[in-house]
Structures are given as C-alpha cells and as structure tokens.
C-alpha cells in the first residue's frame, strides 16, 4: 500500500489493531511514529526492510512489547522514544524489542551490539530510575549522538 504513494513522507500508524505486523518498504517516508496500546488484537511487529529516506522513528504508547525492526533506514538521525517499564501487575517486562541492523536493544538494554549505529544523533529515552551504566551502553551504541534526551519518571 505504501509503495503505491511515492509521495507519502510522514506516516503515523496510531492504535493499529486488527493486524498484528507492518513492513514499510518506502524511497519517500522521511518520519514514521508508532503508537501502540493494549487491544486484544494489536499491533505486535513494525519491519522498516527499505526506507532510505527515513530520518525519524519515534515511538509513542504505553511501553508494551512489540518488535521494531529496521534492516535498512541509512539517513535515520533521530530515533525515541525507547523505555523500559515493568507492568505494575507483574514482572513481566513490557518493553519494547529494536532491532537496527544487527544491533538488538530490549527496553534499554543493549543484547547484541555486533556494529555500532553511526547515523543516529538524535536519541530519546525515558526510564524508571537514572541508570549510568544503562546510559553509557546506549551511547556505545549510538558512538556519533549530539543530543541525548532523558526522561526519568520518578514513582511514589
């Protein structure tokens, strides 16, 4: 569908349910947001295969889980915001999953950094509790960063 609008540079998929994955495979989007919120048939899976305009990827909702994939995205300079949450229910972690290239961050916890993402300057993160260590890791990961945005939500 996205292929048929060579035009379309900003898309923003809000509350998507009823499907549970989108593959974006656009020359034109220069912005994607993503937005997810608790459904019973939701949006699980967000796959950027080919964007090689894209320059923003943020992410918006409740920090559930869900898997962001980009396998090709080489002008993406601003990516947030990434979060880490545990569900006042449980411990079951309901953060999100990025993977870019090769690199794979749960919440915002780097799993794998096989090479790091020189192209994002831009980074947004929001946490529970200041974590240095969490910080240093993301910046290894993000070697070229100019802007580092933190958010930390501080609970009763």
């Not at 220069?30 to 943020?58: H, M």
């Amino acid at each position: 569908m996205i292929d048929g609008c060579p035009a379309l540079e900003c898309l923003l998929i809000r509350r998507g349910s009823g499907f549970r994955c989108v593959r974006i495979n656009s020359i034109s989007l220069r912005g994607i947001g993503v937005e997810v919120y608790w459904e019973d048939l939701r949006l699980e899976e967000v796959i950027i295969e080919n964007a090689p305009c894209l320059e923003k990827l943020l992410l918006f909702g409740s920090a559930e889980s869900r898997h962001i994939s980009v396998i090709s995205a080489p002008k993406l300079e601003t990516l947030g915001c990434l979060s880490s949450h545990l569900s006042d229910f449980s411990q079951h972690d309901f953060s999100t999953t990025l993977t870019l290239y090769s690199t794979v961050i749960q919440g915002l916890r780097v799993h794998s950094l096989t090479e790091t993402v020189r192209t994002v300057k831009i980074l947004s993160v929001r946490m529970i509790a200041l974590s240095l260590d969490v910080v240093i890791d993301l910046m290894r990961c993000f070697p070229c960063l100019e802007r580092l945005y933190i958010d930390v939500t501080i609970l009763p």
